[in-house]
């Protein structure tokens, strides 16, 4: 067996093991891969910059602590993933360059390690937003920090673990030419399945699955007798749902056409080179789309939040309990104040809250050409455990 200088096989280097010879579209769908994967690297590289700021210098812009919102956490690792997956499709630009895509080398590793490590930790922490949002609506409460933390770090560990068990498993050669990237070869489809493809459709279709759940259950106590939302909370509800399922949808559209193809081809369907590169450009996109939706949703995930409770307090209020900027008022993560203004979030239950104002004339005011109003604020809540 004849080897390169580094001890490589000679026949890694040869079709099909690696693409000798690259064609206009394949040139030109690669040149769009690495477009698309450069705009989620500014996109994803500056909002990871903007919550990191944030979350340093929250003192300044809010009342309690960015980095104590798990929903914005959650949402800051998801970037984080997305991140790590444009680095790896940026490296197509190498194999425009060079108009081959030859391996296994430290390129074609490098750029199969991080599409991996990216792929699977996106897909997790997308379910783990569903199952964070869901818990939220039914169980009306957060994780305690501690637990949180170490949910983060336990998700980050197993794509650590699963992207580390390839080339443990497989080999030092176990990254090479997929299609028009660099990933797991064709020669390891056990290893596809196990390490990639089953734990994409998991999430893809355990996060719609988590969601109906907690639709569900929003469902059932919006049209319970016994619990009356107003009707001008049915807007604000219906933008909490929408907000809570953005992310898996998003995730399930841009990635569902990629893990079909690659699926069809275990099947022995093949299916052509512009298929993937039309696929690899949707899922390349997952960084600047979600950075986007993030804006679109900040004001639900965080705004909200910080202003839910954040009435000033009244004169001449007979209130037990008042909502404003003290110190002291632990304010809720992001779905808890959305839930909130439907009367939905409180520890341990559901709380229902109206205020009543009342006007008392004053007959023993001074003069009697005016009479002096007095104004009360009275606050009656209805919890549910």
């Known amino acids: 067996m004849t080897t390169n200088s580094d001890g490589v096989p000679s026949y890694y280097y040869e079709a099909p093991n690696s693409l000798l010879s690259m064609d206009s579209s394949i040139y030109n769908g690669l040149l769009a891969i690495g477009c698309l994967a450069t705009v989620s690297l500014i996109f994803t590289t500056s909002l990871l910059s903007f919550i990191t700021w944030r979350m340093i210098d929250w003192k300044s ?16 690792q998801l970037i984080l ?39 699977v930790a996106s897909a997790f922490f997308v379910l783990s937003i569903a199952i964070h949002t869901t818990y939220q609506v039914v169980m009306s409460r957060s994780l305690s920090y501690k637990t949180f933390t170490c949910c983060i770090l336990g998700i980050w560990g197993l794509a650590v673990l699963l992207t ?9 050669y176990v990254f090479q030419r997929a299609g028009v990237w660099c990933w797991i070869s064709s020669g390891n489809e056990g290893l596809r399945l196990s390490l990639h493809y089953i734990w994409i459709f998991i999430v893809e279709f355990g996060s719609i699955i988590v969601y109906a759940v907690g639709f569900y259950y929003l469902f059932r106590f919006r049209h319970s007798d016994s619990i009356q939302i107003p009707g001008s909370s049915i807007e604000a509800l219906r933008k909490a749902r929408t907000a809570m399922l953005a992310y898996a949808l998003v ?17 022995n369907n093949e299916l052509s080179d512009e298929y993937y590169l039309f696929a690899g450009a949707l899922f390349t996109s997952s960084g600047w789309v979600d950075t986007i939706l993030y804006t679109l949703t900040r004001r639900a995930l965080l705004s909200d939040e910080l202003n839910v409770y954040g009435r000033q307090p009244r004169p001449n209020t007979t209130n037990a309990t008042t ?19 439907n009367g939905f979030g409180s520890i341990g239950g559901i709380k229902m809250e109206r205020t009543v104002k009342v006007e008392l004339d004053d007959l023993e005011s001074s003069g009697t050409s005016q009479r002096g109003v007095q104004e009360y604020y009275a ?3 209805a919890f549910k455990p």
């Not at 580390?164 to 030092?172: D, E, F, K, Q, T």
């Not at 995730?251 to 099947?267: C, D, F, H, I, Q």
Request: some cysteine.
């Open 251 to 267: 995730y399930t559209v841009l990635s569902l056409p990629l893990a079909a193809g690659r699926m069809a081809s275990m099947s």
């Open 323 to 341: 909502y404003g900027n003290d110190a002291g008022f632990q304010r809720q993560s992001s779905t808890d104040s959305i839930l909130a203004k």
């Open 164 to 172: 580390s068990l390839a080339p443990i498993v497989g080999g030092r």
């Open 379 to 381: 606050t009656a809540e």
């Open 81 to 119: 993933a997305d991140f790590l997956q444009s680095l790896g499709f940026l490296i197509s630009f190498h194999w425009v360059a060079e108009r081959q895509i030859i391996g296994p080398n430290a390129t074609c590793f490098t750029q199969g390690w991080l599409i991996q490590m990216g792929d």
């Open 61 to 76: 812009h809010y009342v309690s602590a960015v980095g104590r919102n798990q929903s914005v956490v959650l949402i800051y």
